[in-house]
């Protein structure tokens, strides 16, 4: 009996905790898990659970597939009431933070994003004047930023919001957190289903390896199909969608016209949303038939079709009636007349 309380998940003190990463484990091993209820009264405490079906860990080789997630908000004296009516000017002073974050510390601007939404309302029985705004920036894919580099950036932001506004502005630190990130999945594979017969609309097995949540509080697996050639779409197919057991790894895309090459793509969507891993590498190329019409109309007549009939029937009967005539009534001679 080698069970034993894996960290991560031995301290869960919350009644309506469902999950919990376990840390600390051999990679390339098998484990089950179980879990219990402890109560203040022993005697109430649950029995063990059956365990769970085994799972594998992965091999020792996600040290550098894994992506920390730096998150800082920061206060300003930005007006929120006039921000949220004006699209164009929010979207400029969105992109005016995202450039000063990237260039302060050195990141690529694509890995930035900035949010801006309505600060802390003022405390009762004082008059609102100004509707504070406060800025959100997650940098997704950065182990590279300090974790007070939100001090580090308050002054360019301060001086990209004013430039931005036209206004003084002032910006003041807020919250920082680090997150390490869901890896995204391994080995994207796809198959033509079997029951997928060749020049039909057919169906794709997709199948991936399931990677470490990390900190990531596991929502569903989204997976996207892409069209090849002209006409060339990315979308989410039928039968792959939906996803929200973790332990799933693998779908039937259905539905999908013939003649036409795909390849898969998945990723990992968590509740914290920036946890959520990057989208997997492509799948191989699946190419399913083009649809053949093999039937034969057999009640289909040529207009020069001619229906000749032909009586082969010929009549043998003969009729042997005979008919008798009447004789002949001899004449009556006259009468001689007597001599006078």
């Known amino acids: 009996d080698n069970w034993f309380r894996p960290a991560g998940c031995d301290s869960i003190t919350l009644l309506n905790a469902y999950t919990c990463t376990a840390q600390g484990l051999n990679s390339s091993s098998q484990y089950e898990f179980r879990v219990s209820t402890r109560c203040s009264d022993p005697s109430a405490s649950s029995a063990p659970s059956l365990p769970s079906d085994p799972i594998t860990t992965q091999a020792n080789t996600t040290a550098q597939t894994e992506r920390r997630v730096l998150s800082m908000s920061f206060d300003t004296e930005l007006d929120y009431s006039v921000i949220r009516s004006d699209p164009n000017q929010r979207a400029t002073m969105m992109n005016a933070v995202a450039n000063a974050t990237a260039a302060t510390l050195g990141v690529d601007v694509d890995s930035v994003q900035v949010r801006l939404v309505g600060g802390s309302m003022p405390a009762e029985g004082r008059r609102l004047s100004v509707w504070p705004t406060k800025v959100e920036i997650t940098l997704l894919d950065d182990a590279s930023a300090a974790d007070d580099a939100s001090a580090t950036l308050t002054s360019p932001m301060s001086s990209a919001l004013s430039v931005a506004s036209g206004l003084e502005i002032s910006v003041e630190a807020g919250e920082t957190t680090s997150t390490m990130a869901a890896v995204e999945p391994q080995d994207v594979l796809a198959a033509v289903a079997v029951d997928a017969g060749e020049g039909e609309a057919g169906s794709v097995n997709v199948s991936w390896t399931m990677s470490p949540l990390n900190d990531c509080f596991f929502l569903a697996y989204q997976v996207e199909a892409q069209s090849m050639g002209d006409g060339a779409e990315t979308f989410s197919p039928t039968g792959c969608t939906g996803i929200t057991t973790f332990r799933t790894s693998g779908c039937i895309a259905t539905g999908l016209p013939g003649g ?3 390849q ?20 191989n190329t699946v190419t399913l038939g083009t649809t053949t019409s093999t039937s034969t109309d057999t009640t289909t007549r040529t207009a020069t079709e001619t229906v000749t009939a032909t009586s082969t029937a010929t009549s043998t009967e003969t009729s042997t009636a005979t008919t008798t005539a009447a004789p002949t009534p001899a004449p009556t001679p006259a009468p001689t007349p007597a001599p006078t």
């Open 260 to 262: 036409k090459s795909y």
């Open 264 to 283: 898969f793509t998945a990723k990992v969507l968590c509740s914290n949303t920036a946890a959520s891993s990057l989208i997997s590498q492509e799948s």
